[in-house]
T-cell receptor, first 111, second 115 residues
Framework: QKEVEQNSGPLSVPEGAIASLNCTYS??????FFWYRQYSGKSPELIMS????GDKEDGRFTAQLNKASQYVSLLIRDSQPSDSATYLC???????????FGTGTRLLVSP | DGGITQSPKYLFRKEGQNVTLSCEQN?????MYWYRQDPGQGLRLIYY???????QKGDIAEGYSVSREKKESFPLTVTSAQKNPTAFYLC??????????????FGPGTRLTVT
């Protein structure tokens, strides 16, 4: 069973704080990891991809990957109310030409 | 502008009718995907295609059919055999995946309501 687990939330943070979103996955051989942002009623938007252990930064976003622990996270620095959305983690599994999505974590950033 | 278009944005049908959802991309991507999203749930893969004239079933293909006659187009038909067709349908595309999937980019979605 290929599984991607996320805490459904909501995760509530004040404006300006760091939001930390977490994702675990079941296949130790997974190679590709993606974070999508989905606003209510809209389609998912790709915000980060990561393929190697360690950190990858893009503006206010940092993705962190630890393959040994089968764990990928997304940090959002200086959170803004406009960051309020559901964040979906997606993982590729070895031998499967498709992604498996988690159910998403809802983030609420209060002014 | 490169992107993925889906039409219509909203679709209403009576139970027992087949309905076809359109998906077109001009990103020159080889792979295309159809997902379904229900309230509070993740994305579930219906069908995917890595190349023209070839497609594979995803996790929930029953009651759906697709065709891939052109690289740019991947229409999805929701048949009357689909027991719970009301959902948000999302089309995505990516570069062709040989071993591991590349980033997938999504269209705006079609919200289907069947009564």
């Amino acid at each position: 069973q290929k599984e991607v687990e996320q805490n459904s939330g909501p995760l509530s943070v004040p404006e300006g704080a760091i939001a930390s979103l977490n994702c675990t996955y079941s296949d130790r051989g997974s190679q590709s990891f993606f974070w999508y942002r989905q606003y209510s009623g809209k389609s998912p938007e790709l915000i980060m991809s990561i393929y190697s252990n360690g950190d990858k930064e893009d503006g206010r976003f940092t993705a962190q990957l630890n393959k040994a622990s089968q764990y990928v996270s997304l940090l959002i620095r200086d959170s803004q109310p406009s960051d309020s959305a559901t964040y979906l983690c997606a993982v590729s599994f070895v031998g499967f030409q498709k992604l498996v999505f988690g159910t998403g974590t809802r983030l609420l950033v209060s002014p | 502008d490169g992107g993925i278009t889906q039409s219509p944005k909203y679709l209403f049908r009576k139970e027992g009718q087949n309905v076809t959802l359109s998906c077109e991309q001009n990103l020159n991507h080889d792979a295309m995907y159809w997902y379904r999203q229900d309230p509070g749930q993740g994305l579930r893969l219906i069908y995917y295609s890595q190349i023209v004239n070839d497609f594979q079933k995803g996790d929930i293909a029953e009651g759906y059919s697709v065709s891939r006659e052109k690289k740019e187009s991947f229409p999805l038909t929701v048949t009357s055999a689909q027991k719970n067709p009301t959902a948000f349908y999302l089309c995505a595309s990516s570069k062709a995946a040989i071993l591991d999937p590349y980033e997938q980019y999504f269209g705006p979605g079609t919200r289907l309501t069947v009564t």
